[in-house]
């Protein structure tokens, strides 16, 4: 036994492959034992065995092979992975397993394989076993069929997939073994339980021994559905659901229902072999077919009989065969051969069924016109075969066909075609059959059911009664409104006799029947386009009682009559009740006056007709009293109105009698129930007073009451018919003028456009021309409602009239339609919206369904059709010519074009490639003339058309494409996806075809809301195209790929991906997974489709064609003006890059040689679209590691757009010397293409990201040098960042700061820094922040020392999330195993304790005593005393109204929260100046000795004390106790020494301007006296630059102060206030006659200052004042200065959102407004001067926003019309000025359709430009300006060459780097560049660091931060209005909300000028709650928290009061030192009191 204890001691997976079986036995055993103890199903155990498993189950002893089995078993059962060993274990026991003696053996193998099932590998199972069939082995076949039948037992017929088990049935009852065929017998009824008699049709070839066998069993099955009893590991929830029921009451009828879903209705049809039959027909057939003798022609129909008895027939080209069997039905004499024939035609419905929906269309027609055949066994066969016919199309489909039939004479026809309609709607669904479709079938049954003939009548009622029951009553009475009751009652018991096929499941025949149905509808559910859903939508639409509806008119009318219904649903519902009755029987003339008589007085009757005018007057007013006092119930209309026209009645002479008899007219109208009958008697009367002078307008008001009682449509018709029936011009034209206002009134609703029309058409040819303009007007107004379609109608009108039409119809270009405001929205409970909607959609299809179209039928002769079809290519030629001339001359055409379709489909594949182009042009011509009909040729003429895409020549493809474009627009998508037609094409391995039409379906797929189930059947191919050798076939699939998975789903997409071998299906799951991150969301139902304007025309909704044309917004249906637009742009902007040269803007210029153009070309809303393509995934997001090729491919097509060809060009180029040229280019052309860079900076910044990625140095270089001026220019622009391309941009920089070479990583650190301008240095932090995760040391390192920069320059708001968790985050890097980044760690650590103190150690948490240590160690090093955040935080401005215009309007609303953050802000100003004073400052706060109070001393040494300071003392103490009146204490005269103490003006400034709005009216005018004096010496003025904005806050502080506070205070002497007024005047006029310093003022101080202003002009308490007259001619004067000298954007913006509030306000009075409107005009005069200095595209945003808050609508209901007036002025100088370029500055508007204001800009601009000269004039107006330019370029370059002359000279730099400093910023797109080029490198670099100075110095001083994390040590004292005590300037009694933390925040301000340190404050309770929070400062929500606060504050400062120090000795400590010293800051005011009185006795 020597050699068994060797393999005793190896390893288990050794043993199991060991050559011993006893070595395998045991190897196998301890396998088993192992795999049954671990429990994770993921071990790495398991993949050990992968290999070994087949080895388990082949093992050839016989033994080891049972073990081995168990073994595998547990290993398939508890294995993760055991799922990649399925094929070849299956395989292994198939053949090695089932063929063993044993029949345990067996046993397990079978368990092996439902194992495999179980953990989902059915598929790969089944595949083997039914291998297994046709092994030689019988016992092998056996044991597989066992298998498939017990697994088929157990996981049911849903997880087997039954088609291919049924495919092989036959062959096994043919087998010899008996054991076989008994096996098969037995499986075949475990099938028959799963599909019932499915399983008859496959196996009715078989023995019929056999077969009577198998029905014996199969009646012995249980007739209850089966059940799944075993469960997949995927269906875990099925499996609780099954036991739960088991346990319940074992297989109870407890969840029967749910299971009854889980068998799938298995469709016999599904499980058939189709036969190719075409191939088998005779080799004579076609000219047998055609014999004379009939019987040969029965021979031929017998043949293709038997073939079609196939029962699924392989598609192919039925075309012939169908085209001579309708023949035969048609034509042949020989009524047997119709009947055979038409048997043929049932057959190969049957057989083919979707697959002949293509030629239903042609036989439809032929087969119900042979109704007209008696003999029933001919009338039964054409039943079938036109119900076989209609199984495979819609009814929408053939639509058309049956109703051209349906006005047949023939009774029979009639009848038949009834019943077909009965029978086709039990087919249907109530989706299938929407009111589209029911409406014209409704129309034409109505006639039927009053038909003479008896069965036509009956088959009429069955028809209407099957409708009833699909569709619903409520979707139906609305069409039978006109019917009695009889009638009704008949279609109502016919509809509950009726047996709907769905949901009815009987016998095999109905099975079979109710298959093909629900194949047949499937796709129809989706919707036939928008039609459908917004039918379905309208369903809810009249709540009213739908039956009572009053139709609009005559039934007979047809659609518009129908229509008019529709209307009526939801118009006429508020007429309660009667609503019923139509027409009310005409009454005699005695019973009218009977009537009239109960209800009139006497006189008024008897004077009626009296010869004197003025009794008949008389008793007019009688008649009208006696209507107004009625009661609506008791009023007879008809009765009155019949008094009114008894004579004189309408030929009434005197005028004031026929006004008031007008007047009663309408008033009856009004309040009684009008009836159509009433409205006759007086229309005629009416019309012809119309056109009266005198009694028009009465006639008219007549009229409008009429048209609400009895609806428009009606009212209308009648009118209009009424007057043209005349001849009176004057009637005529004032009935269209009525009609124009009555439309606009009403709503278009149900209105009969073609009855119109051709009044239209008449009037349009009167020769009276007022006739014609009314016409005209007529028609703009029409064709709001209808859109561009309306012109159709006219176009052969002559070319002047039809110039007038256009120029009419461009006016009302994108106007939208008014909402109607009579008939619809009256009735409240219809939610007016969705009834309108519905059918405003309507009209547009209506339109064109209404448009008179041509039959061409008779002109496409046989001869023009052999034409087309002959061998010589002339001849054909000319045929297609012929077709060409056909169609252009019938413009519209019917459907019906006979032979045309099959000859033009030959021509698709003409060998003559010129034909085929031919072809395809007639195609699209054919789509625009069929319209929406042409759906019925998709099929047969459609789809050929793709397979002309995948022609080799570009040519042809482009044309194929267009074509298709034109079809799908008419048809929508839905009829394209039906069926297999794509699939087919798809299936093509042409590699043009595939990628033509996967391009095709990605651009219409993601419009679609829902698609036809056979997409499904694209996705194999799909898959196949995934893998295609060509590549951009592949790369077409994959970006198709997500649009298919946003239809289908991922799941169904990944099942398909089953069929695909291993490896692809891998990488497609892999692709798909991709994609579901791609997958757009389906695009939303068009809930309101009339706000969305195309292309600034017609309103979207009226785009003819069903809703998918409007959905695909295919290019061609962007209504015109589009494409001009776009060219127009590219061309002005050219023009407009290249200043020097006269740019030819040819488009033959080849791009590629021009190279002189703009390189960024600006498209509207470009960037903002892309951003939204992005945001809703339609584009891949640009996040990677390394770019692929995807992101490449992707930023080049986006940019194709946007940026000139040739740069593209280069910067794709594969060799890096073309990138550097392309920066070289870009550096070039930044400044003067300012605007396009912007427009496409995502893009250039994506592109800079790229090239981060290479290796080559000099490029890298090169980019950041492009960086540094571009974000130096958007800083200088005032541009943000938007999230996107800060996302997509800042994370790749900052790899770069990881770069080893240094240059580089100063390069980057640079350009870091200045992003902070334009990009919120917060945002910022968080990019750096994820930098410092890098595993690059340097970069680490690197983002550490910048995120500690950024806390020093911006303070601790920028730490992100929170403080606490950057520095923990920061703090980690200290124990970092770099030392560099250990140092940069602490640094940045250390950095934030110098601004934050000692509260650091907080933030950051625990460190390791390590790490605490060095930090510790370097912060003692670095010594350096904590100073305040020198806060920057002006920096980050607020993002650019770009990108937050929403926010714009919200901030701008809510002024109140507004002022009180202002109020912070100005007093954290005061912090800033820290940066400006460096080291300087520690000096400055460290407050000398001698002012410090020591509170301790005193007391604790008296003696002394006394002697140190007697006087001070005790002159202190006797002041204190004096009251003092003024409740402000004044915390420091502004003392001469003021200035040695603080040496800096910037202190000084913000000093003094912090006084300006003190509450003290002295202190305030002292300080507004030393700004004037400062402001009027012209050597110092310069200091304020910087400080303007602080100045001005401080200023309309005090304005309010005084408006609110001194104003009212009655003990203020009013002479102090006059004083002040013209202080603040004063200095304020001072200040605006300085141009630079005016020019500072932001838009929003300016805003309040106007505020300011005019609120004082309008203050009645100051004219009462003496000299407030005064007072209010300056602050006159000084407005206009304001307004001058300002920066002319600011000042508009300001005064644009300034009459925004006014407006929005209601408390306002209309007099501030009118103010504002004033100044607004006096800026409109400024214009000419001011324009080229002004941002346009911040006003027009502006604008847009105040548009958008004030649609027209709302501004004209304003009191005056003042605000209209004056944006209409502001717009139309603003036009005057920049002519069509104005429209090129819409960019910062994200949303243009929020407002009217493109759509006024483009009315204006074309109006302005119809009105200008030629274009001659034009050009030489250029060639004038270039001129201008050029010499104000030399004037430039002399003032230039001054100033460099300044800065070179040793004395005078400093000044001369001013003066260009100054320049610059005066005139920001002026080039110094060349200047510099020729100094050196030295002094370029002195010049832009000296700059740089500057500009920090001067914006330093004026940037505004928020708080930096306040420290909020105050919170803790005892007595909370301590903290607020120290207000030395509040400008808040004007009741604005100031929340505590402003108090704070100034506390610490003033304790930092102190010289206390606001950080180690060790004694005070930590506040952390605040700084949790750093960027919000709380703001007190409410007033009465504000009031509180005032009123704390009071009192505390009276106490203090007593405190007051000397005001003469405090130079600069105040009560600030006393309070604030650390030891007293937490002290109660009490104790200091009684410490002071202690002091204040012992000196006694």
């Known amino acids: 036994m020597g050699d068994d204890s060797e393999w005793m001691k190896l390893p288990i997976d050794q043993k199991c492959e060991h050559k011993l079986w006893k070595a395998r036995l045991n190897g196998y055993e301890e396998a088993l034992k192992l795999f049954q103890k671990i429990d994770d199903e993921k071990s790495p155990e398991w993949s050990k065995y992968l290999g070994l498993i087949k080895k388990f189950v082949t093992d050839s002893n016989a033994v080891a092979q049972l073990k081995g089995l168990e073994a595998a078993l547990a290993y398939v059962e508890n294995a993760h992975v055991a799922g990649k060993t399925t094929g070849e274990v299956a395989s292994g026991v198939v053949n090695k397993v089932f063929n063993q003696p044993k029949a345990r053996a067996k046993e397990l193998g079978l368990d092996i394989c439902l194992m495999y099932i179980e953990i989902e590998k059915g598929e790969a199972v089944q595949e083997e076993l039914l291998k297994g069939l046709d092994n030689k082995n019988p016992k092998i076949i056996v044991a597989c069929i066992e298998t498939l039948r017990k697994a088929l037992s157990e996981f049911g017929s849903k997880i087997i997939s039954l088609k291919p088990i049924i495919k092989v049935l036959p062959k096994l009852f043919e087998s010899r073994e008996k054991a076989v065929r008994d096996e098969a017998k037995l499986l075949a009824v475990e099938i028959y339980r799963w599909i019932r008699d499915a399983l008859r049709p496959p196996l009715q070839n078989i023995n019929s021994v056999q077969l009577k066998e198998l029905e014996e069993e199969w009646v012995k099955v249980s007739s209850s559905a089966p059940k799944q009893t075993r469960f997949l590991r995927s269906q875990q929830e099925l499996k609780a659901k099954f036991e739960q029921q088991q346990a319940v009451g074992g297989d109870a009828d407890g969840g029967g229902d749910d299971e009854e879903e889980a068998v799938p209705q298995v469709d016999a049809y599904e499980l058939l072999e189709a036969v190719e039959i075409l191939s088998k027909l005779p080799k004579d057939f076609y000219e047998k077919i055609e014999a004379k003798k009939w019987q040969e022609r029965k021979e031929a129909l017998e ?134 479709l029911l409406k014209p079938f409704c129309a034409a049954l109505l006639k039927h059911i009053n038909d003479s003939a008896p069965e036509v009548r009956d088959a009429g009622f069955e028809a209407l009664g099957t409708a009833l029951k699909v569709a619903g009553e409520k979707a139906v009475n609305p069409f039978l409104a006109d019917v009695d009751k009889l009638k009704l009652d008949r279609i109502k018991e016919c509809a509950e006799k009726v047996e709907l096929i769905y949901g009815k499941k009987t016998g095999g025949a109905a099975e079979k029947k109710e298959g093909k149905a629900v194949n047949g509808k499937a796709p129809a559910l989706s919707g036939s386009g928008d039609k459908e859903a917004k039918d379905a939508a309208a369903k809810p639409g009249p709540l009213k009682k739908a039956p009572a509806v009053k139709p609009g008119g005559p039934p007979k009318k047809g659609k518009p009559a129908a229509a008019a219904g529709m209307g009526g649903a939801g118009t006429k519902g508020k007429k309660g009740p009667e ?196 016409a005209i007007t007529l028609l703009g107004v029409m064709y709001l409602y209808v859109g561009p379609p309306l012109r159709m109608f006219f176009e052969d009108e002559k070319p002047a009239l039809l110039s007038q039409i256009d120029a009419e119809f461009e006016k009302m270009q994108g106007q939208t339609a008014p909402a109607p405001i009579r008939g619809i929205s009256r009735n409240s409970a219809v939610s007016g919206d969705d009834g309108e909607e519905e059918e405003q959609e309507d009209v547009g299809n209506d339109v064109v369904d209404l448009l008179p179209r041509t039959d061409i039928g008779d002109k496409i002769t046989a001869e023009l059709v052999s034409k087309i079809g002959d061998k010589n290519w002339k001849i054909r030629k000319e045929g297609l010519d012929e077709v060409t001339s056909i169609i252009n001359d019938a413009k519209f055409i019917q459907p019906n074009i006979g032979e045309l379709p099959a000859a033009l489909k030959s021509r698709l594949n003409d060998s003559n490639k010129i034909l085929v182009q031919q072809t395809l042009s007639i195609l699209q011509q054919l789509a625009t003339a069929m319209g929406p009909s042409i759906k019925q040729h998709v099929k047969n003429l459609g789809i050929p058309v793709i397979t002309v895409l995948g022609d080799s020549k570009n040519n042809v493809r482009a044309a194929a494409l267009a074509t298709v474009n034109a079809w799908a627009e008419q048809t929508g998508m839905k009829e394209w996806l039906e069926g297999e037609d794509l699939s087919e094409e798809l299936k093509k391995e042409n590699p043009f075809l595939r990628q033509e039409l996967l391009g095709w379906l990605a651009e219409k797929l993601p419009t679609l809301r829902s698609v036809p189930s056979d997409l499904l059947l694209c996705v194999p191919h799909l898959y196949s195209c995934l893998e295609d050798r060509n590549g951009d076939v592949r790369k077409k699939a994959q970006d198709a790929l997500p649009f298919f998975m946003m239809h289908l789903g991922f799941e169904k997409m990944a099942k398909a991906t089953g069929k695909l071998k291993p490896t692809s299906k891998d990488q497609v799951l892999a692709m798909l997974d991709k994609a579901k991150a791609n997958m757009p969301a389906k695009p939303a139902p068009p809930a309101k489709a009339s706000s969305r304007v195309v292309g600034g025309a017609a309103p979207a909704k009226f785009q003819p064609a069903s809703a998918l044309a409007e959905d695909l917004g295919s290019n061609a249906m962007e209504s015109k003006p589009d494409p001009k637009k776009a060219k127009a742009g590219g061309v002005s902007s050219k023009a407009k890059g290249v200043q020097g040269k006269k740019v030819l803007s040819k488009p033959n210029l080849k791009e590629d040689d021009d190279k002189s153009g703009p390189i960024f070309i600006i498209v509207p809303n470009g960037k903002e679209q892309r951003m939204k393509d992005e945001k809703a995934l339609k584009v891949l997001k640009w996040n990677f590691t390394t770019p692929r090729d995807e992101y490449i491919e992707q930023l080049k097509t986006q940019m194709s757009s946007c940026v000139a060809k040739w740069l593209q060009d280069e910067m794709f180029h594969a060799d890096f010397q073309h990138h550097n040229k392309a920066l070289a280019v870009m550096i070039e052309h930044l400044e003067s ?258 002012f410090q109070l020591d509170l301790d001393e005193i007391e604790n040494d008296n003696g002394t004390v006394r002697c140190e300071m007697p006087a001070l003392v005790q002159h202190k103490l006797d002041d204190i106790f004096e009251p003092v009146l003024i409740p402000e204490p004044k915390i420091r005269a502004v003392s001469p020494h003021f200035d040695d103490m603080h040496s800096n003006t910037a202190s000084t400034i913000n000093f003094v301007i912090s006084q300006v709005a003190s509450g003290d009216i002295n202190t305030s005018i002292q300080a507004l006296a030393q700004i004037d004096e ?131 306000a209601t408390a306002i009075s209309p007099k501030f407004s009118e103010l504002v409107m004033k100044c607004l005009w006096r800026m409109v005069r400024l214009l000419p001067q001011t324009i080229n200095s002004i941002n346009l595209d911040r006003i027009l945003l502006d604008i847009h926003i105040f548009m958008k808050i004030f649609p027209k609508e709302k501004l004209k209901q304003c009191k005056s019309e003042f605000p209209i007036r004056t944006l209409k002025t502001l717009l139309h100088t603003l036009c005057k000025l920049k002519g069509p370029k104005i429209l090129d500055h819409l960019t910062m508007i994200d949303n243009r359709n929020e407002s009217e204001l493109e759509a006024h800009l483009c009315r204006v601009v074309k109006h302005s430009m119809d009105q200008t000269g030629s274009k001659a004039d034009k050009d030489t107006e250029k060639g004038a300006s270039r001129i201008e330019e050029k010499a104000s370029k030399a004037k430039v370059n002399d003032i230039l060459a001054e100033i460099f002359k300044k800065i070179g000279s040793k004395e005078n730099t400093k000044e001369g780097l001013a003066e260009l400093y100054e320049y610059k910023k005066k005139y920001s797109d ?114 009465d928290m504000l009031h509180s606060k005032l009123s704390q504050l009071r009192e505390s400062r009276e106490q203090y009061q007593h405190l007051d120090l000397d005001s003469n000795q405090t130079h600069s400590s105040g009560i600030g030192t006393t309070l604030a010293s650390p030891s007293s800051a937490a002290a109660n005011i009490d104790d200091l009191k009684k410490r002071l009185e202690r002091i204040k006795s012992s000196r006694k």
């Open 303 to 436: 043949a293709v009989e038997v073939l079609v008895k196939n029962p699924k027939l392989e598609s192919g080209d039925y075309a012939d065969l169908v085209k001579v069997l309708k023949k035969v039905v048609g034509k042949d004499t020989n009524v047997m051969l119709v009947a055979l024939a038409a048997k043929c035609l049932a057959g190969l419905a049957t057989g083919l069924r979707k697959k002949f929906g293509q030629y239903a269309g042609h036989v439809v027609p032929t087969i119900l016109e042979k109704f007209k055949e008696k003999k029933p066994q001919v009338v039964q066969a054409l039943q079938e075969a036109i119900d076989a016919i209609f199984l495979t199309t819609t009814l929408q489909n053939i639509s058309e066909d049956v109703l051209a039939v349906m006005d047949n004479k023939n009774p029979t026809i009639k009848q038949q075609t009834s019943l077909f309609i009965a029978r086709s709607f039990r087919h249907c669904t109530p989706s299938t059959l929407p009111k589209s």
């Open 579 to 774: 609503t019923k009755e139509i027409f009310e029987p005409e009454l005699s003339i005695e019973v009218c006056e009977e009537k009239a008589a109960a209800v009139l007085p006497a006189s008024c009757i008897q004077q009626l007709d009296s010869g004197n005018w003025k009794e008949r007057l008389a008793s007019m007013e009688e008649f009208q009293k006696a209507v107004e006092l009625m009661e609506r119930s008791e009023m007879p209309c008809q009765a009155l109105v019949r008094m009114l026209a008894k004579k004189p009645g309408w030929k009434e002479t005197n005028f004031q009698v026929m006004q008031m008899k007008l007047h009663i007219v309408a008033l009856i109208a009004q309040k009684g129930t009008f009836s159509k009958t009433s409205a006759q008697v007086v229309l005629d009367g009416l019309v012809d007073k119309v056109g009266d002078v005198k009694c028009g307008s009465n006639a008219k008001e007549a009229m409008t009451a009429i048209a609400e009682a009895c609806q428009l449509p009606w009212t209308a018709e009648q009118v209009v018919a009424m007057a043209f029936s005349q001849k009176n011009p004057k009637n005529q034209s004032e009935t269209l003028n009525w009609l124009s206002n009555a439309i606009k009134e009403f709503g278009f609703s149900g209105l009969n456009v073609k009855a119109f029309i051709s009044n239209v058409k008449t009037a349009l040819a009167a020769t009276n021309p007022a006739v014609r303009t009314s």
């Open 1233 to 1490: 293409e300012k605007d396009g860079v912007i427009s496409c900076l995502d893009l250039i910044l994506k592109w800079l990201t790229l090239r981060f990625f290479d290796t080559n140095t000099s490029v890298l270089m090169k980019a950041l040098e492009y960086l540094k001026l571009l974000f130096h220019m958007l800083s200088q622009e005032e541009y943000h960042l938007t999230e996107n391309e800060a996302s997509s941009f800042i994370p790749y920089l900052v790899l770069k700061v990881g770069e080893p070479k240094d240059v580089i990583r100063r390069d980057v650190r640079a350009i870091l820094n200045r992003m902070c301008l334009i990009y919120p240095a917060s945002k910022m932090f968080t990019f750096i922040m994820e930098g410092t995760k890098s595993k690059n040391s340097k970069q680490r390192a690197e983002c550490l020392e910048e995120l500690g920069c950024l806390v020093e320059s911006y303070g601790m708001n920028v730490c992100q999330p929170t403080p606490g968790k950057a520095l923990k985050e920061m703090a980690t890097h200290i124990g970092d195993r770099d030392n560099t980044v250990r140092n940069a760690a602490l640094n940045t650590i250390v950095t934030v304790y110098n601004v934050h103190g000692d509260q650091v150690f907080k933030l950051i948490g625990n460190l390791s005593e390590k790490d605490m240590s060095m930090l510790e160690e370097r912060i003692k090093r670095s010594a350096k005393r904590p100073s305040t955040a020198p806060v920057r935080q002006a920096e980050e401005k607020p993002q650019r109204a770009q990108t937050v215009s929403a926010n714009a309007s919200m901030l701008r609303k809510a002024p109140a929260e507004d002022m009180s953050s202002k109020l912070k802000i100005m007093y954290r100003t005061y912090r800033i100046q820290n940066r400006s004073m460096g080291s300087h400052s520690e000096a400055a706060h460290t407050v000398p000795r001698e």
């Open 1574 to 1704: 400062v402001l009027r010496q012209e050597d110092k003025a310069e200091a304020m630059s910087g400080h303007i904005d602080q100045f001005l806050i401080a200023t309309f502080m005090q304005l309010r102060l005084i408006y609110n506070t001194h104003m009212a205070d009655e003990k203020l002497d009013k002479d102090e206030i006059v004083k002040l007024y013209s202080c603040i005047i004063g200095s304020m006029i001072s200040l605006f006659q300085i141009e630079s310093l005016a020019r500072e003022a932001s838009t929003g101080v300016l805003k309040d200052l106007m505020h300011g202003l005019i609120t004082l002009m309008l203050d009645s308490r100051v004219e009462d004042l003496e000299e407030g007259e005064q007072v209010i001619r300056s602050v006159n004067l000084l407005v206009v200065k304001v307004l001058e000298k300002s920066d002319q954007t600011n000042i508009l913006s300001a005064l644009l959102v300034l009459l925004q509030d006014s407006l929005l």
């Open 1870 to 1983: 002026a080039d110094i560049e060349p200047f510099l080029k020729n100094s050196s490198q030295f002094f370029q670099s002195y010049v832009e660091r000296g700059l740089r100075l500057i500009e920090t110095e001067r914006e330093g001083k004026g940037r505004i931060g928020a708080s930096a994390g306040i420290s909020s040590q105050m919170e803790g004292t005892c007595v909370p209005a301590s903290t607020h005590t120290v207000s030395s300037s509040i400008g808040n009694t004007n009741g604005e909300e100031v929340g505590p933390s402003v108090y704070l925040e100034r506390l610490k301000i003033l304790r930092q000028r102190c010289g206390l340190d606001n950080a180690k404050q060790e004694d005070r309770p930590p506040l952390t709650s605040l700084l949790s929070k750093p960027a919000v400062p709380t703001v007190a929500s409410s007033t």
